[in-house]
């Protein structure tokens, strides 16, 4: 008998560890330096964990062989509670903080408790790939709301309203905006947040990347802008304190928690499936939120982060045909290539023949559920100089390679 994967798998994807990984894999295993440039991992590119976090989990290891509640251990749900707190986000108490091993993890369990067959949920475009995937395994219907790339990669408004059916769920926020680096104006949230008042849907707000912010944008927390909207938060600390190893986040409820109690039941019940979130790396949240915040340094002007953006911003748009729009948070650069100068019809072959010829890995357009080929996202942790290398030969590939 032959085992086959699940039909619930058949349009779910996840491009970031897609095929293309295990060719950059085997070109490792036969000797080859690959520079990956797929996946936002600051420790492949010599950014340290802050001591605090290192001391605090080795300090607590000897009380952390065993399981913790199920939503997570108190200390630091309440430090989550209180930084949401000082972000003006209201009515929030220590039961509607769920810790989880990454956000990810917090993904799947939301939608899942939400999603039946046939729901929808809005999901941007491109988008971060877990989004859909999850709402697809879920037996929901991912509906994507077009971003604009003329307009900083803003979510489209009129487009969002287009496309609420009487079976939208959810809407899903992505601010700032991984793959694009776009950070969201208060104006435009207020806006998406008046469409899920007047559809009753549920905001599910992304914010991993909200300490990660270049040129003195402001982040708005989306939870603190409308105490009326059901809102689910996401972050954790992978990204801004550089420990995406340990797999720490936190999920955080708000707004009109009574008339979701059926729904929260289903969360919780979730949550207590898996026994309990990931213990040792729990005791890092408290010192982190409530420690020094490295992360601004980054990402001052002459920070390292926000050199590196500069440099592959400018890099990326001295390409003949190249073009991207300045990331103003985040780790990544999504760049276009114009259509009429680089004629890609299969974005993910343009990926692999990059791969195999210049060991460089980099992630296709369409694999964040962008519906054209002419797009790759770039991620910018490495240093300066190897950023620029990377993109200098990028550049030398795309004069000579043709598909059609």
């Known amino acids: 008998m032959e085992f086959r994967q699940s039909s619930k798998l058949n349009d779910v994807c996840y491009e970031i560890r897609g095929p293309v990984v295990d060719q950059a894999n085997a070109l490792e295993e036969a000797g080859h330096s690959v520079l990956r440039l797929n996946t936002g991992n600051p420790a492949t590119f010599g950014f340290e964990a802050p001591e605090e976090i290192l001391q605090d989990i080795i300090r607590n290891l000897p009380r952390a062989h065993g399981y913790s509640d199920s939503r997570g251990i108190l200390p630091a749900r309440r430090a989550v509670v209180q930084y949401y707190q000082q972000r003006g986000v209201d009515g929030v108490t220590v039961n509607d903080v769920y810790l989880g091993n990454g956000v990810s993890e917090l993904i799947q369990m939301a939608v899942t408790a939400l999603v039946d067959d046939g729901d929808e949920v809005l999901v941007p475009m491109p988008d971060y790939p877990l989004w859909t995937a999850v709402v697809r395994l879920a037996g929901g219907k991912a509906v994507h709301y077009a971003c604009d790339e003329q307009a900083d990669w803003f979510p489209d408004l009129d487009d969002i309203a287009a496309k609420i059916t009487t079976r939208t769920k959810a809407i899903v926020v992505i601010?700032?905006?991984?793959?694009?680096?776009?950070?969201?104006?208060?104006?435009?949230?207020?806006?998406?947040?008046?469409?899920?008042?007047?559809?009753?849907?549920?905001?599910?707000?992304?914010?991993?990347?909200?300490?990660?912010?270049?040129?003195?944008?402001?982040?708005?927390?989306?939870?603190?802008?409308?105490?009326?909207?059901?809102?689910?938060?996401?972050?954790?600390?992978?990204?801004?304190?550089?420990?995406?190893?340990?797999?720490?986040?936190?999920?955080?409820?708000?707004?009109?928690?009574?008339?979701?109690?059926?729904?929260?039941?289903?969360?919780?019940?979730?949550?207590?499936?898996?026994?309990?979130?990931?213990?040792?790396?729990?005791?890092?949240?408290?010192?982190?939120?409530?420690?020094?915040?490295?992360?601004?340094?980054?990402?001052?002007?002459?920070?390292?982060?926000?050199?590196?953006?500069?440099?592959?911003?400018?890099?990326?748009?001295?390409?003949?045909?190249?073009?991207?729009?300045?990331?103003?948070?985040?780790?990544y650069a999504f760049a276009r290539l114009d259509p009429a100068v680089h004629r890609i019809v299969d974005d993910e072959r343009f990926v692999l023949d990059l791969l195999l010829r210049e060991k460089i890995h980099v992630v296709q357009g369409t694999g964040f559920n962008w519906p054209r080929p002419d797009h790759f996202r770039f991620v910018t942790l490495p240093r300066a100089d190897d950023l620029e290398t990377a993109i200098n030969r990028i550049g030398r590939f795309l004069a000579t390679y043709r598909q059609v």
């Open 175 to 331: 601010n700032p905006n991984n793959p694009t680096g776009a950070v969201y104006p208060k104006e435009l949230l207020e806006g998406i947040l008046d469409l899920a008042r007047r559809h009753q849907l549920m905001v599910l707000a992304d914010e991993i990347y909200d300490k990660i912010l270049y040129d003195d944008v402001e982040h708005h927390c989306l939870a603190a802008l409308a105490d009326d909207v059901l809102t689910l938060t996401f972050n954790g600390l992978s990204k801004s304190y550089r420990v995406a190893g340990f797999r720490s986040g936190w999920l955080v409820v708000s707004g009109p928690k009574q008339h979701a109690s059926d729904y929260l039941e289903g969360l919780t019940m979730l949550s207590g499936m898996r026994l309990c979130p990931n213990v040792p790396a729990q005791y890092a949240v408290q010192a982190a939120l409530g420690g020094h915040q490295s992360i601004n340094d980054l990402v001052l002007p002459g920070g390292r982060l926000t050199e590196q953006r500069d440099v592959a911003y400018r890099a990326l748009n001295e390409i003949p045909g190249v073009s991207c729009v300045k990331p103003k948070g985040a780790l």
